[in-house]
């Protein structure tokens, strides 16, 4: 089974199961471990998952909690209230001159949110990238997490002691799906300790600064914070943060009030709402600020038609390169240029692919993903948002269907915005065609500001 019919199993397990009976302070242990254990069971079933760049860089580490700890103290002593709280991406690139988180940044810049606002901000690698646009309202929140790590990680052994009867019998039903590893209970124990300690203390801070609307990026990277606003009745808006073509573990399944912001922001109009894990009345198009912001920055395109972008993702690169080689050898007067996801680490074997072509090139991918469409006529790739990105920014965009690739569409009209190349002499045909025949998406739409209520 491939890893949506592998889910559509675990989720219809799920609900025929009592995992979500069993509570703990109140709180839905699967509720809290959906996330990693669904991730565990398509491991357990060889779906492959991304290949991470080291991030932790213990340099920057201490400095950070330190940091953060007089941030918070500061806000905790004074006296100043904030309407909206904002919960940036981890993972910020370089846009122009400035670091930029690219879902929320550009909606606060273009809306009223820049001036009521406070923005927390933890960093997966350890380093907070500078400059930061909006670093006069960016506040730390590596000492919040350094707290719930240090707490969980002392107090792992409580739960299983004095709340033993409970996990047996939660573990019992999860046994039932599927055999999960023992050695993962003590890692479960922690999350929920973690999770725990960060709601409350989300709460003390969504009280002591007067916070009337919470919105964040992507909803795993800010599930605690969702629970601490939906129990101080204060509504919670999640921005879009890329496209989801069908069951993925974070958004399918049952939806658990608690876990679940109230609103959706999405960047354009989706057709299939039901694969976003919340009421589709609650998905509100506000249209793509990104693309307004990039095209201020005024940056000039810098290669020519005989460039081409190749967008990848981690589960993907190695049937890319693998292509991206023979059309290499074929089309020797074409430049590849090969963008990797950012927390994606290339392994020895591809890399050996790469240097065996020269006009096979690993592109910088610190440089933000819409910065560098802005420099390319061509773009080609499999199923990565940033290829419904190019096409919205008028881009001419092929879809790669060899070599074990196999390009989705959220709507079938989807499918006329875009080339396919489905064998190597396909791609000529692309470069020589022209944009006459395809039919924009409207899934990245203009940001027009129509629905901007939300912010007010």
Not at 6 to 35: C, G
Not at 271 to 286: A, F, L, R, S, T
Request: hydrophobic content about 40%.
């Amino acid at each position: 089974m491939n890893e949506n019919e592998l889910l559509k199993y675990f989720i219809k397990a799920e609900d025929s199961s009592y995992l979500y009976r069993h509570k703990i302070w109140e709180k839905s242990i699967y509720s809290i471990l959906r996330i990693y254990t669904r991730r565990e069971f398509l491991r357990h079933n060889g779906v492959m998952t991304m290949s991470l760049k080291k991030m932790k860089n213990e340099k920057y580490l201490l400095s950070n909690v330190i940091i953060s700890f007089f941030q918070l103290l500061n806000l905790f002593f004074g006296r100043k209230k904030f309407k909206n709280c904002i919960f940036s991406f981890p993972r910020i690139e370089l846009v122009g001159n400035q670091y930029v988180d690219k879902f929320s940044d550009p909606v606060i810049a273009l809306t009223n949110l820049k001036t009521n606002s406070i923005v927390f901000e933890f960093s997966i690698g350890g380093k907070h990238l500078k400059p930061r646009i909006h670093s006069n309202i960016v506040v730390y929140i590596d000492f919040i997490v350094f707290v719930a790590f240090v707490s969980a990680k002392l107090a792992s052994w409580i739960l299983p002691l004095f709340y033993k009867s409970t996990f047996d019998s939660y573990y019992s039903d999860l046994e039932r799906i599927f055999t999960y590893p023992t050695t993962f209970k003590k890692q479960d124990y922690e999350r929920i300790i973690s999770f725990n300690i960060r709601v409350n203390i989300y709460k003390f801070f969504y009280r002591r600064l007067g916070v009337k609307k919470v919105f964040g990026v992507s909803r795993t990277n800010f599930i605690p914070q969702i629970y601490a606003a939906k129990e101080c009745g204060i509504p919670v808006f999640e921005l879009q943060h890329g496209i989801t073509y069908g069951e993925t573990p974070i958004y399918s399944g049952r939806k658990i009030e608690n876990f679940t912001p109230n609103f959706f922001l999405s960047f354009g109009e989706i057709k299939n709402k039901e694969v976003y894990g919340i009421d589709p009345n609650h998905i509100i198009n506000i249209g793509w600020a990104f693309k307004p912001f990039i095209k201020s920055l005024k940056i000039e395109k810098e290669f020519s038609k005989l460039d081409i972008l190749v967008i990848t993702d981690p589960e993907i690169t190695d049937k890319i390169c693998k292509v991206l080689s023979e059309l290499a050898k074929i089309y020797h007067s074409y430049n590849f240029h090969l963008r990797l996801h950012p927390m994606e680490s290339i392994s020895r074997e591809n890399l050996e692919i790469i240097e065996q072509h020269k006009n096979i090139l690993l592109q910088d991918n610190k440089i933000n993903s819409n910065v560098a469409l802005t420099m390319f006529t061509n773009v080609i790739g499999e199923n990565s948002t940033v290829l419904y990105e190019a096409v919205s920014m008028g881009k001419k965009v092929a879809r790669l269907a060899l070599g074990g690739l196999h390009p989705k569409f959220i709507n079938p009209e989807d499918y006329d915005s875009f080339f396919i190349i489905r064998k190597f002499e396909d791609f000529s045909k692309f470069i020589e065609s022209n944009m006459d025949s395809r039919i924009p998406t409207s899934i990245y739409s203009e940001f027009t500001g129509d629905q901007l209520e939300v912010f007010k």
